[in-house]
């Protein structure tokens, strides 16, 4: 309730339905003279103040998220949904602009307890939507750019790319989006927009999410030009990066209703018939498998088969 200090809160009068003022911006709710003014209705916000109010729910999320973090708490995938979701949903109104902060608390935390990030990672398969995707490839983003050595910054900037690679899917019809089926080629066409929709709602958004263009324009191009939206073969390392993580979040994942999710093995293997075709990073592509191990983690006997595993397939 904190975060409606700065706002002006409406109600709705049951007899007259007139709309009123509840509270001015400035008074909390622990004031006294509205403790005598109990509400149980909806309140309501002006319309020009949604974004100062997603900007502040935002705010409380990112502190709130900071001591999860550091008490190492297991809801902190259910905190980062929250606050993805919520930035999602109104991505034009430019809470995008709180998110920075976020990245630089999750990279932050990971150096000190990479657990963290593993369990960001492990999928739920019941509630998949594209909020859990982004974060899914975040995660994995994060640990690549951990075991490739990456600067803090670099790792913030590419955490944060990944986060928002998707997000021009937040203009994409429903239908679209969860059809159960494969996509005839008309609505193909219009999923593929989602690039460049993303690109425009980052560009129009804060400056911090500028460095993120990049990744959403350029995360389906394949290096064979085949890619889309505009078939370059010269891609940005970010977009070679996602590239291949988002197809591999995309495939082990139980997404859609028409086939099942792949194990992480045979994801692998399909991903290595596209670099040996020429249309993905083989460096980026070898750093990501064994980056992936770094996830296992322990000395399972799995953990040993998966390196295994991927020794043959980058060797
Ligand atoms: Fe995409
Ligand atoms: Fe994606």
Same mark, same amino acid.
């Given at each position: 309730?904190?975060?409606? !200090?700065?706002?002006?809160? @409406?109600?709705?009068?049951?007899?007259?339905?007139?709309?009123?003022?509840?509270?001015?911006?400035?008074?909390?709710? /622990? !004031?006294?003279?509205?403790?005598?003014?109990?509400?149980?209705?909806?309140?309501? =916000?002006?319309?020009?103040?949604?974004?100062?109010?997603?900007?502040?729910?935002?705010?409380? @999320?990112?502190?709130?998220?900071?001591?999860?973090?550091?008490?190492?708490?297991? /809801?902190?995938?259910?905190?980062?949904?929250? =606050?993805?979701?919520?930035?999602?949903?109104?991505?034009?109104?430019?809470?995008?602009?709180?998110?920075?902060?976020?990245?630089?608390?999750?990279?932050?935390?990971?150096?000190?307890?990479? !657990?963290? =990030? #593993?369990?960001?990672?492990?999928?739920?398969?019941?509630?998949?939507?594209?909020?859990?995707?982004?974060?899914?490839?975040?995660?994995?983003?994060? %640990?690549?750019?951990?075991?490739? #050595?990456?600067?803090?910054?670099?790792?913030?900037?590419?955490?944060?790319?990944?986060?928002?690679? !998707?997000?021009?899917?937040?203009?994409?019809?429903?239908?679209?989006?969860?059809?159960?089926?494969?996509?005839?080629?008309?609505? @193909?066409?219009?999923?593929? /927009?989602?690039?460049?929709? %993303?690109?425009?709602?980052?560009?129009?958004? +804060?400056?911090?999410?500028?460095?993120?263009? +990049?990744?959403?324009?350029?995360?389906?191009?394949?290096?064979?030009?085949?890619?889309?939206?505009? %078939?370059?073969?010269?891609?940005?390392?970010?977009?070679?990066?996602?590239?291949?993580?988002?197809?591999?979040?995309?495939?082990?994942?139980?997404?859609?209703?028409?086939?099942?999710?792949?194990?992480?093995?045979?994801?692998?293997?399909?991903?290595?018939?596209?670099?040996?075709?020429?249309?993905?990073?083989?460096?980026?592509?070898?750093?990501?498998?064994?980056?992936?191990?770094?996830?296992?983690?322990?000395?399972?006997?799995?953990?040993?088969?998966?390196?295994?595993?991927?020794?043959?397939?980058?060797?």
């Amino acid at each position: 309730m904190k975060y409606y !200090d700065d706002i002006n809160l @409406f109600y709705r009068n049951k007899t007259s339905g007139e709309i009123l003022l509840y509270k001015s911006a400035g008074m909390n709710f /622990r !004031d006294e003279r509205l403790k005598e003014k109990t509400y149980t209705g909806d309140l309501y =916000i002006r319309q020009q103040d949604k974004g100062l109010c997603l900007s502040k729910v935002q705010k409380g @999320f990112s502190s709130h998220l900071d001591e999860t973090m550091h008490e190492g708490n297991a /809801r902190v995938k259910q905190e980062l949904i929250n =606050i993805i979701d919520e930035t999602l949903q109104e991505p034009r109104s430019g809470g995008l602009e709180v998110l920075p902060d976020t990245m630089e608390i999750i990279v932050d935390s990971y150096s000190r307890q990479p !657990d963290v =990030i #593993k369990n960001l990672a492990k999928i739920s398969h019941t509630d998949y939507t594209t909020t859990i995707h982004s974060l899914n490839v975040m995660a994995l983003t994060v %640990g690549y750019c951990f075991y490739t #050595k990456r600067s803090f910054e670099e790792t913030v900037r590419y955490g944060l790319t990944a986060l928002f690679h !998707d997000i021009g899917k937040t203009e994409i019809p429903r239908e679209i989006l969860i059809a159960p089926r494969q996509l005839t080629e008309y609505e @193909f066409e219009q999923m593929k /927009r989602h690039t460049v929709l %993303g690109a425009e709602i980052l560009q129009a958004n +804060d400056p911090s999410v500028h460095p993120c263009i +990049d990744g959403a324009l350029e995360h389906h191009e394949k290096l064979d030009g085949r890619g889309y939206p505009y %078939g370059k073969r010269s891609i940005s390392e970010i977009g070679q990066i996602l590239a291949i993580i988002d197809s591999y979040e995309a495939i082990t994942n139980d997404d859609r209703l028409y086939r099942t999710s792949m194990d992480p093995m045979d994801a692998l293997r399909l991903l290595k018939e596209e670099v040996d075709s020429g249309r993905m990073n083989r460096q980026i592509f070898e750093d990501f498998a064994y980056s992936l191990t770094d996830f296992a983690g322990g000395r399972s006997s799995s953990h040993i088969t998966r390196i295994a595993g991927i020794e043959a397939l980058t060797g």
